[in-house]
Structures are given as C-alpha cells and as structure tokens.
C-alpha cells in the first residue's frame, strides 16, 4: 500500500523517499470486541450502577478496605477496586457490553 504523505529519508547524500507502513486492520483482535456493529464505547452503565461503583471503588481503596493475610488477594481486590472506580467515571463496561447489557435508561 502507498501512504498518502511520503516522507523524504536523506541518507549519506543519497535522497529516497519511502512510505510510512499502514499495518491492515485485521491484526488487531481486541477491535471486534469495541467495534461492534458501529458501537465504539457508548455509555453502557446506568446512574445508580455508576454511583455503586464509585463507592465500591472508594471503599476497596481507601484504608478500610478488607484485607486477608494471602497477598495475592489483597492485590486482586485493589486490581477491582480501581476498575471500578474507572468505570464509573468512563460509563461503560466491558463484560456489560460482552453480554449486550445496557443499563444506561435505569
């Protein structure tokens, strides 16, 4: 493919033009899971889930968040508590939009 701008590459006085690669669409699996059927991230998250997750996200960082003695899980619970705290900024959720669930008019 050609790329609508080339730019000029001066290289020990030799002058060559080359193109900026365009890499296909094709490569990046994650876009059939934004991009489907036209949607590209709209508000999935209704006003009481978007405030339920702000708290959780507060609470699940703050200090009086629960903590165990297994490291690992205190790291998962911390991992969740940002993703929801995220989301209820952002409006959209991934595994809402998964399952085709939309809570945005509740």
């Known amino acids: 493919m050609i790329c609508k701008y ?3 590459v001066a290289k020990l006085s030799l002058v060559r033009i080359t193109t900026i690669p365009q890499f296909p669409t094709n490569l990046y699996p994650y876009q059939t899971f934004f991009h489907q059927r036209g949607e590209s991230m709209q508000q999935n998250l209704g006003k009481l889930d978007r405030i339920f997750r702000f708290i959780l996200g507060m609470w699940w960082l703050s200090p009086l968040a629960p903590s165990f003695q297994i490291i690992w899980l205190n790291w998962i ?3 969740i508590g940002w993703i929801a705290l995220i989301e209820s900024f952002v409006g ?15």
């Open 6 to 8: 080339p730019r000029i």
């Open 92 to 106: 959209w959720c991934g595994i809402h939009h998964l399952f085709h669930v939309n809570n945005k008019n509740q």
């Open 77 to 79: 619970i911390t991992i």
